[in-house]
């Protein structure tokens, strides 16, 4: 393995404290305006409850320009008195550093990882440094499942707005969930729990890292890896989850090509796992559920319809080469409806992304191409998503989704079916 | 004495088939031989081509439905195996002509071997600029369609036509047709169109241009206020 991700002074830093029992991994680039927050909440939440254990946190930045390293460092809880019954033995430590390889979260995470692997942590986890809803509890429930319960892997559950996380509803959780039979509701969340012999895994392959894994595709991997090597998995309530806002238009296609990809390339490495499994089951759940009222988000209805209607009518030279006919027909008939009634069915979709895995599995043409023409299309099932969704409450939005997984663990047949045909 | 100068023309016409005789068996053995190795070379390249899967990547490249477009009914495999073929019967006929010694055949293959190797180049370039062309039209096409560009479809498509007239005009340059004219006739092609552009919008459209990218800025200002707030990921 090799061990040349690490500075010199990352090094030096990690020799000095020798040892530690639970690392915080943040991976940060930019996030001035909220790290301290979240150094605040990981500290507290290390401090109330794990007083006993030896902490560091570890940030890893992507060389930001905003002083984010700086808050950091800078960045302590002032009195632990309000929050702490019992005092902690050791105080918590820091590891700032710039992470080398592809830029991105995979890369971040991959420095995280190695720093807890030579520190022999039991126990790490690892938050986005642009949240603004992270409480102390967070850190509790992503590592108490580990140093507790003996999981290796904590996926988070959070309480999102029902327009919030789009890919994660309509694809990224609904596929894995038929694919490998776990019920992982935020494959995709961004933090995650996980014990010492799964981070010993995630290092073993180091050329999974010049891969999108190394940016946006590093938690469906994590997740996809824990699943399909048998690691014990589990989820656990943090409540809701507020991000720093950021126009999420800014190059969605290149976000979804890597997140679809790297589910698509685990089809491809795990077929022997997927090909056996029929349906789907439960994983274990951990910490309080309860209602939180999530903030009220704009959606621009018109332009997404837009770009569908745009994407069927432009694209349809490229869709033709690997979207059966029918499919197509359904498309057409649909960007020709009135946007008030514009409905996108889950059978439709479901066939659609099946097809889309075929046509990449069999590389019909450049797969950069397929996945790139996928942002219009799914476009458009949002559009549909919103627009029947407009009245409905968060529960029966949660209803969808399961209806949604239901249909995508009926249809797996005729995914398996033409996956081995090829 | 008659019977001798009558006879003279079928001694002369023995003595010379005696001298070329040799050489027409050894062209016609060369032939047969060629013919035979060519046979054999076929058969080897259709297992060969079948081992790789050959059609399949030409189906996956879009070959195949150029074939069909142009109305040709071998598969990709058969019609690459035929030119193999077919070259391997012109050159050992070539060889075959080159024994008999003769000063205009010589130079005749000469020439024409010289020749073959610009043939295949340009061929190579062409069929490089064909795929390439398609790419990166439909890498554009796809790319301006996600950013919502009204005229995605004619701007991949100008780009299409115009990398597939680089490399045509790359082509002919390399057969050596007609250099100066292709190329002046290239440079005039594209020199005049950007020249008619930049004086469609520099002075004919000038205010349309000024209205048009006033409303541009306009509008990606009131859509980027009209942005959706909630998270795909």
New interface residues.
């Given amino acids: 393995m090799t061990r040349g991700i690490l500075s010199k002074e990352t090094i030096k830093k990690v020799k000095e404290y020798s040892n530690a029992d639970i690392v915080v991994g943040i991976p940060s680039y930019n996030n001035a305006r909220t790290i301290a927050h979240v150094i605040r909440a990981v500290s507290a939440g290390l401090a109330k409850y794990f007083p006993q254990y030896r902490c560091v946190i570890v940030n890893s930045d992507g060389g930001s320009k905003d002083g984010t390293p700086n808050i950091v460092k800078d960045t302590m809880v002032e009195d632990f008195n309000t929050i702490l019954i019992e005092h902690p033995l050791y105080t918590v430590n820091k590891i700032i550093t710039p992470y080398h390889g592809i830029p991105g979260k995979g890369s971040a995470f991959r420095t995280i990882f190695e720093i807890a692997h030579r520190l022999g942590a039991k126990a790490c986890a690892v938050v986005d440094a642009d949240l603004r809803s992270i409480t102390p509890e967070w850190i509790e429930g992503l590592l108490a499942p580990v140093a507790s319960h003996g999981f290796d892997f904590v996926a988070p559950l959070y309480q999102r707005?029902k327009?919030?996380?789009?890919?994660?509803n309509s694809i990224v959780y609904p596929l894995t969930r038929a694919l490998y039979g776990k019920r992982i509701r935020q494959p995709?969340g961004?933090e995650f729990g996980m014990s010492g012999s799964l981070i010993s895994h995630f290092l073993k392959d180091e050329r999974i890292y010049n891969t999108d894994v190394a940016r946006?595709g590093i938690d469906i991997w994590m997740t996809t890896t824990a699943v399909t090597n048998g690691f014990k998995v589990c989820q656990s309530f943090l409540g809701a989850k507020i991000?720093d806002?950021k126009?999420?238009?800014t190059d969605?296609?290149s976000?979804?090509v890597q997140?679809v990809s790297s589910v698509f390339n685990l089809m491809e490495r795990y077929y022997p796992v997927w090909s056996r499994v029929s349906d789907s089951e439960a994983v274990p759940e951990f910490g309080f559920k309860f209602e939180v009222i999530t903030e009220p988000?704009?959606?621009?209805l018109e332009?997404?319809v837009?770009?569908f209607n745009?994407?069927v009518s432009?694209?349809s030279?490229?869709l033709e080469?690997f979207l059966s006919p029918d499919v197509l027909r359904s498309l057409r008939r649909i960007s020709n409806s009135n946007i008030l009634e514009f409905k996108f069915p889950k059978e439709l979709w479901v066939r659609i992304i099946y097809e889309f895995a075929l046509a990449y599995h069999?590389?019909?043409?450049?797969r950069?191409?397929i996945l790139?023409?996928l942002?219009?299309v799914y476009l458009g099932r949002?559009a549909s998503f919103v627009n029947e969704n407009l009245d409905t409450s968060p529960a029966q939005v949660e209803q969808e989704v399961e209806n949604l997984c239901l249909e995508f663990e009926e249809q797996k047949p005729y995914l398996l079916s033409n996956f081995n045909a090829s | 004495m008659m019977i001798l100068s009558f006879s003279s023309p079928f001694v002369l016409f023995g003595e010379r088939l005696k001298i070329i005789g040799p050489k027409i068996l050894e062209v016609l053995l060369i032939i047969l031989l060629g013919f035979i190795f060519a046979w054999v070379l076929k058969l080897l390249l259709r297992k060969f081509l079948k081992w790789i899967k050959f059609d399949d990547l030409c189906d996956r490249l879009g070959l195949s439905t150029v074939l069909a477009r142009a109305n040709v009914r071998r598969s990709p495999s058969d019609i690459i195996r035929l030119i193999l073929y077919w070259v391997v019967i012109f050159g050992v006929i070539i060889l075959s002509l080159s024994t008999l010694n003769v000063r205009v055949v010589d130079e005749l293959t000469s020439s024409l071997l010289l020749y073959l190797p610009r043939f295949f180049v340009a061929v190579l370039v062409f069929i490089f600029g064909y795929f390439l062309a398609k790419f990166v039209a439909r890498a554009i096409l796809i790319a301006l369609v996600n950013a919502q560009v009204k005229s995605a479809k004619p701007i991949s498509l100008a780009v299409h036509i115009l990398i597939l007239i680089l490399f045509l005009t790359m082509s002919i340059e390399q057969l050596g047709i007609a250099k100066g004219v292709v190329f002046v006739t290239y440079a005039i092609l594209l020199g005049g169109a950007v020249l008619a552009l930049a004086l469609a919008f520099g002075l004919g459209g000038k205010d349309m241009a000024k209205n048009f990218l006033e409303k541009k800025a306009k509008t990606t200002e009131k859509s980027k206020k009209k942005s959706d707030e909630f998270s795909h990921i």
Avoid: A, W
């Fill in positions: 707005h327009y919030d996380g789009t890919i994660t995709i961004g946006f991000h806002h126009d999420p238009e969605l296609s976000m979804m997140v988000v704009r959606v621009n332009r997404m837009g770009s745009q994407g432009d694209l030279s490229v080469k069999k590389s019909v043409i450049s950069h191409h790139s023409s942002t219009p949002t």
